[in-house]
């Protein structure tokens, strides 16, 4: 009898092994169902043995295979060299593929009714209303039709008996409407048509490449990666098109513009979806169906049955990093993805990363260059704001010159935006009486305050408390002040200024939902708002045409806190956020109030340059060994109580395998010491390029035998090191 040996969506290190039943065809990648202690789960076939391989062995049978296209070998491999990468079971990777598992199934049909234009024997009054409102209301169901009639569903039904209605089977999550290749595209400038030719000819002769669409914001990227999308849906009637965006920017205005140019909305995926649009997506990817896909991180990981395009727009967004669970860079594992699919890949961005930089140079990526913005438009002009020299005043946070450029661009009839990366009120909260700053329970983290709300809410965990009136420490009344400037104060400010301003605040707390956000944009657009104050949600993909002015509130904020990316990181948040001003036909200017005018990062957006930039942070990097010149690991440890923590890191420390050039550094107090009552470790592993670091991890990590509460995680090519 032949064996299958299935991987299952669950973290275990290996896969087990199945008779195939008589009658039942299995390959590798087939998704089936078999047991594992009392319940079926949900597994994939590894691999698939001969006749005799299941003689004299004591196994069980698969249960169920499902009627889906097998996954592929290229996302097989994939697979396995995803997990290997990011120290993890494959089993886990396999799960993030089957995010979705009722896509594996048919979609649910729903019985659905419309008018025959036969009239019933006997015409009842109600059946009379439920005929009216069947006429010209298309397919309904029972329900619908009901309720827009105001009778029963009975009263529909027994019309259906009569012939005088007619029910359709009609599938729930039916397959997306196709793109439509013969649509033409915007006309291409020059620099622009160049570009798209390169992409076209690459598509055309297949095989892997990877392209970086270097581009300054508003240049076109998007236009000319459509012109490769178009291409390849022309060059292949099957092939996928894979288009990732940082999750922030997957906004409505995004899949307006792929409908506009395709003439079909492009199929979701990201982690705002209800389980049955999921499901449809999942289902369209995997049968080929769904000809483009645009996605947060995740939808890097579905199963599509041809993928031939990967894009990555906004390929330096740290939001690529996924952190929680399998830590992964989507967009270095892109390319990986890529290059076993034999498909192509363009990284787009205004500002790469240097990681990206690096590959471009060493030519490794094809650099596809768009240095200016089409027609009128053109980039803004940044000015630094030294606040050691022109101060705002005491208790503001807007210095004199911001405060002009803002009545002039309001005088003028434009828009203004003023950008500060802090939600709420005030970033921390003290007690006026015995200087306790109030904190979120169990942690280290600050509570900040929101006045709107009036609550004090932890950015980190959530939690949230009304403002209390007296200290929780010393009891002292009125006596708790908000420190430092969010959003609301600065907002509180411009009123102030600009009384007769229409102002809005623009962040996850105004503009929770799809439909809010969807208002403030329009409104923005429509120039009903004349000064929008706003989180880094404002920094991306929208186009404000009529926007001339950008204030930084607080350039220097993201400088703070050691992490080796902040200066690169800075420096992208800021040209993308000044990039937001002058996109149409009126010229913009940035204004960046500063503490530290000659920092780096600083001087070279203010003389737009970024390839300088680049160059510095390139040396720095390259003398200090760290990536992309050098790897970087990251080990976490929690555990509910401190000592324990503190013990098993000691062990583990002692337990690190020797390797050619791995230092270690820790372990050591997490700088988010203490999350949800768990006391957090860590230990930063550094090596030479030419070291397997996670081979090194999983040697290090494979043999530890950890105590029940202890938890463990590996993160390869860390970005966060809180
Ligand atoms: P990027 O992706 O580089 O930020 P976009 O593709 O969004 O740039 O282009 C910025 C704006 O300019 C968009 O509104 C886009 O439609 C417009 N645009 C770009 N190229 C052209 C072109 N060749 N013809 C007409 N409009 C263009």
Redesign the pocket.
Known sequence: MPVARILFTLPLPEPFDYTVPEGMALAPGAYVAAPVGPYDRLGMVVEVLGDQAGAGRKLKPVSAVYDVPPMGAPMREFLGWAAKYTVTHPGMILSMALRARDGLLPSPVETRYRATGAAPPRLTPPRQKALAAAEGGGLMSAAELAEAAGVSTAVVRGLAETGALEAVDVETDPPYPAPDVSRAG????AE?AGAANELAAAIRAGGYTAFLLD?V???????VYFEAIAETLKADPEAQVLVLLPEIALTQAILTRFEARFGAAPAPWHSGMNPKERRRSWREAVHGRARIVIGARSALFLPYRNLKLIIVDEEHDTSFKQEDGVSYHARDLAVMRAKLEEARIILAS?TPALETAVNAEAGRYTRLK?SAR?GAARLPDIDLVDLRRAPPERGRWLSPVLVRGMVETLGAGEQSLLFLNRRGYAPLVICKACGERLKSPGTENWLTEHRYTGRLVCHVTGYSIPKPANCPHCGAADSLMGVGPGVERVAEEVRALLPEARIEIFSSDTAAGGEATRSLVERMQQGEIDVLIGTQIVAKGH?FPNLTLVGVVDADSGLKGGDLRAGERTYQLLSQVAGRAG?AERPGRALVQTWAPDNPAMQALAANDRDGYLRIEREVRAELGLPPFGRLAGLILSAPAPDLVDRVALEIAAAAPNGEGVEIYGPAPAPLSVIRGRHRRRFLIKSPRTVDLSAYMTAWTARLKLPGPVRLSVDIDPYSFL
């Open positions: 915007a006309l291409l400038t622009q581009g914001t508003g240049s076109g990227k998007t236009e205004a768009l089409p186009n996109r």
